[in-house]
């Protein structure tokens, strides 16, 4: 054996008894002693077991889902954040993002706001099966829209559609009941006022605190309606707001809103990084995405070939995710808009439809990585999960 | 029961690099990560338009195809170097203050000591011997260890004999009058998270080594590139992997291991278990403690936990150049104080007016970010015990008043930035904590006190029979040693089969 010559380096013996004593009056490595999992837990649970407390009506379309929980206190969170719920609809376990209407600063309950969506598989299930008492299963807290006080502006410009009022409700909330020191515009778009959530609410507060300046813009306005109609365009904002510097516009709401909202924001000459935008769920139609290619039809049907595992049927307008849970594949997923990276799978032969800026990862993209939540199967695929 | 050869516990670099050597050799192997995607450390995420490089700064042992360095080799080996673009980076690294102080080192020696010497010229002997010194260390060392000559002696070999043990600080202070200088040219021991009063002379000297002789590299894609090449590759060889699979058990029977459980409760026998988790970790949860050898233990406890890190990762809507950062790798000195101080800093929540490193990835290489934009890393060490004992709730506040106070010193450095911030996202030892499931988000594993460095690292092997480790708790920290740490650990199975 060869000799342990660094035994004979200048220096080496007083090493050893240094080490000596250092072992005398160590760290405690005992398994319960400071190991990650509980603290991380505190912030950022894998799993959150909620329990359904009350149930409120705010529209006839919506309802708020007050959760709390059994175990513990429940992990603090961004106004703004969302809980991914992971539900067994019928048999299938799917999961859904909701943002949390609640305020951070209300440490007792989670408020999800469901708005009920025609043929909307979870949101059907939450209006019609969901009772108090209940217990569902979620997320920790995620996403990353939220005000950000290391850049964003003390003024803040947000233009909701529809269902997309719940985290500015949440942010609204918070700066009313904290006192922080922001300002808000509330541009919020719907067809009807009857369909505008929390309406009351938000009046109240706009009447109420100087700084609070809740704007609905009804496209189809009753007799009397006195206030903005039409759509949210950026001749509406300017009007509205007069000075554009020193403003954060954030946008939460369907596709088609962020199509139509965001080259008006441009056009107002906002720069891209003043403007945030929430992850809403793939578009309701893909086929009618810029760039989906004119052979395939969202009817069309083809095979996923699971690499060890089965093959399956797959409708080309069905994000993959869905399609592969439908049949009892499961993959992780939060956010279910291709953000999260949750639901990374491989394609290892055939094509799949992304929509133009998911955030896919540069080496992701050349070994054929996909995010299943947004991926559209565009002939047979053989794929690994 | 499913039964492989290996199972190889975790996808950071030394669970990859163990993965596919083994998988080359023909052997049936399973990778089980925990995540969803490889890298541990080596990876990234997406914001906006950017994808964020997590952790890899300055890639070292590379070379270049005519002077190839260690790693170069080993990444040939491991049939990944056409699936990388390595880009050569051109600066070794600047510092940036205290005050209005600037000063930018090429990775080239002459070039080093020529622009040392400009700025100190009273210290211009000083400098000569310092890399004369360095150099004298590194080559000294690579003989007896890496060529493995059949007879040292310390008359061959004086320097090594002489400064393998001792403090960087004692070699500073007897070469160099000037505080500053000393502050400069031990930059690099945020690379290894102890100041140079505790960090040994022989860490500097091999660092200064490797990366002016292989230069510092970077990879286009980040780490995560080099992480899914290495994937892929084990894929293609036959391997197995697991993601969204965390291990509970590691099995034992007949004083050997027997395979492993893992989270959904399947059991898959193996004979040999690679580890990518720390020791700490392996021994105390995965592994029933009853059956560890009790001199483990006491080992274990004489160590101590290395920094976690304090990350700001921001997008900017800009070039580098209008910001005015011109170099890729970048320290940013408060103060010229290079003593114990600096393991208070570390101790504190806050920045201060704390040593930080800070890259930009697109100085080297101008389509690392989207066309016109541009990120940067900026890093502070922190220990993870004081962020264990921030209440939840007020976590997040934390949270920005410390990346507030980080990008204050940013903002201080490169005046206006913050004007042009797209994304940001901060990671604080807790992060570190969740994603790599280390103990106290220490990112360098166990401290490399010169008692427990190097010499005194218990490396790849266990007492446990089947069981090896790959990773830089058990060795030195950084990319090339863990990438070289899990080729060696399936070299050691490899031969140990060949054996039987």
């Not at chain 1, 799993?47 to 529209?59: Q, S």
């Not at chain 2, 080996?77 to 990388?84: C, K, M």
Request: charged share 25%.
């Amino acid at each position: 054996m060869r000799k342990e010559i660094f035994k004979e380096f200048d220096g080496y013996q007083e090493l050893v008894e240094e080490r000596e004593v250092v072992r005398k009056y160590g760290l405690d490595y005992s398994p319960d002693k400071d190991a990650p999992e509980p603290y991380i837990r505190r912030l950022h649970p894998k799993r959150l077991e909620l329990r359904v407390a009350d149930i409120i009506i705010e529209t006839p379309s919506t309802k708020t889902f007050r959760m709390v929980t059994q175990d513990g206190a429940l992990p603090p969170f961004l106004a703004g954040q969302y809980l991914a719920l992971f539900l067994d609809i019928g048999g299938v376990r799917t999961g859904r993002p909701y943002s949390i209407s609640s305020a951070p600063n209300q440490t007792g309950y989670y408020d999800l706001t469901v708005r009920r969506v025609e043929q909307g598989l979870a949101s059907t299930y939450f209006h019609e099966v969901v009772k108090p008492g209940n217990y569902l299963q979620s997320s920790g807290p995620e996403g990353h829209f939220y005000h950000n006080p290391l850049f964003h502006d003390r003024a803040m410009v947000c233009l909701a559609g529809g269902s997309g009022i719940t985290p500015f409700m949440s942010m609204v909330r918070e700066i009313v009941e904290c006192g922080l020191d922001r300002e808000v515009f509330l541009f919020y778009g719907n067809r009807t006022l009857e369909e505008a959530v929390f309406h009351e609410q938000l009046r109240y507060y706009t009447a109420r605190f100087s700084h609070i300046h809740y704007l609905p813009v009804i496209e189809d306005p009753a007799e009397g309606y006195d206030g903005l109609i039409g759509l949210i365009t950026g001749e509406l904002i300017r009007n509205t707001l007069k000075e554009m510097d020193n403003k954060t516009f954030y946008l939460c709401g369907p596709q088609a809103m962020y199509d139509f909202c965001i080259p008006e924001l441009e056009g107002l000459g906002i720069p891209r990084r003043k403007i945030r935008k929430e992850v809403y769920g793939p578009p309701t139609d893909i086929t009618r995405s810029a760039n989906w290619p004119k052979g395939v039809r969202g009817d069309d049907l083809f095979q996923i070939r699971i690499r060890n595992g089965k093959t399956l049927e797959a409708r080309a307008g069905d994000p993959l995710a869905s399609t592969l849970e439908r049949q009892g594949v499961l993959v992780p997923n939060l956010c279910r808009s291709g953000e999260c990276s949750m639901c990374r799978v491989k394609i290892l032969s055939g094509k799949v439809f992304e929509p133009a800026g998911v955030p896919i990862r540069r080496s992701d993209r050349r070994y054929g990585y996909t995010h299943a939540c947004i991926a559209f199967p565009l002939g047979d695929l053989e794929i690994m999960v | 029961m499913e039964s492989y050869d290996v199972v190889v516990i975790g996808a950071g670099n030394g669970g990859l690099t163990a993965s596919v050597t083994l998988a080359q050799k023909g052997l049936k192997v399973l990778l089980l990560e925990r995540h969803n995607i490889p890298g541990g450390c080596a990876t990234s995420f997406c914001r906006g338009r950017f994808e964020f490089e997590v952790a890899l700064h300055q890639l070292s042992g590379v070379g270049t195809p005519e002077k190839p360095g260690p790693l170069r080799m080993l990444l040939g080996q491991l049939g990944v170097l056409d699936d990388l673009d390595l880009v050569e980076m051109k600066d070794l690294f600047n510092v940036i203050g205290p005050g209005d102080f600037r000063l930018a080192l090429k990775p080239d020696r002459v070039q080093v000591v020529a622009a040392l010497q400009e700025q100190f010229p009273e210290e211009r002997e000083g400098i000569v011997r310092f890399f004369d010194m360095s150099y004298q260390y590194a080559h000294q060392m690579l003989s007896v260890f890496y060529f493995k000559d059949p007879d040292p002696s310390r008359e061959k070999y004086p320097v090594l004999y002489h400064y393998a043990y001792k403090p960087a600080i004692e070699v500073l202070d007897e070469l160099f009058a000037d505080p500053l200088l000393k502050a400069v040219i031990s930059s690099y021991w945020g690379f290894l998270g102890l100041p140079p009063t505790r960090l040994s002379f022989a860490y500097l000297a091999m660092l200064f080594f490797v990366y002016i002789e292989f230069k510092p590299f970077h990879l286009k894609g980040g780490s995560q590139a080099l992480s899914n090449a290495l994937i892929n590759r084990f894929i293609s060889q036959g391997g197995t992997v697991r993601f969204n699979c965390g291990v509970e058990k590691i099995l034992v029977g007949n004083g050997r291991i027997e395979g492993v459980v893992v989270e959904s409760g399947e059991k898959i026998s193996a004979r040999y278990v690679v580890s990518n988790a720390s020791p700490v970790t392996t021994y105390t949860r995965l592994l029933d403690p009853e059956t560890i050898p009790e001199f483990l233990f006491r080992e274990m406890r004489g160590r101590s936990l290395s920094p976690s890190a304090f990350v700001l990762y921001i997008g900017f809507d800009c070039e580098p150049q209008e910001l005015g950062i011109t170099g890729s790798m970048n320290f940013l000195a408060g103060h010229t104080d290079i003593s114990d101080k600096n393991l208070l800093d570390m101790q504190r929540l806050d920045m201060g007016d704390q040593f930080m490193a800070l890259s930009c990835y697109d100085v080297a290489d101008p389509d690392f970010s989207p066309p016109g934009a541009c990120q940067v890393s900026a890093v502070a060490l922190k220990y993870g015990e004081p962020w264990l004992r921030v209440p939840p709730g007020e976590y997040h506040r934390v949270k920005f008043r410390c990346a507030e106070s980080m990008l204050q010193r940013v903002e201080a450095a490169f005046p206006g930035a913050r004007n042009h911030i797209e994304e940001i996202e901060a990671a604080t030892p807790l992060t570190h904590m969740r994603y790599l499931g280390h103990p106290n988000g220490a990112i360098y594993g166990f401290e490399q006190y010169t008692k427990d460095s190097m010499f005194f690292q218990p490396g790849r092997s266990s007492p446990l029979p089947g069981l090896f480790f790959a990773s830089g708790w058990t060795g030195d920290c950084g990319f090339q040693p863990t990438l070289e740490a899990g080729a060696a650990a399936a070299r050691s199975i490899i031969r140990e089969l060949a054996g039987q």
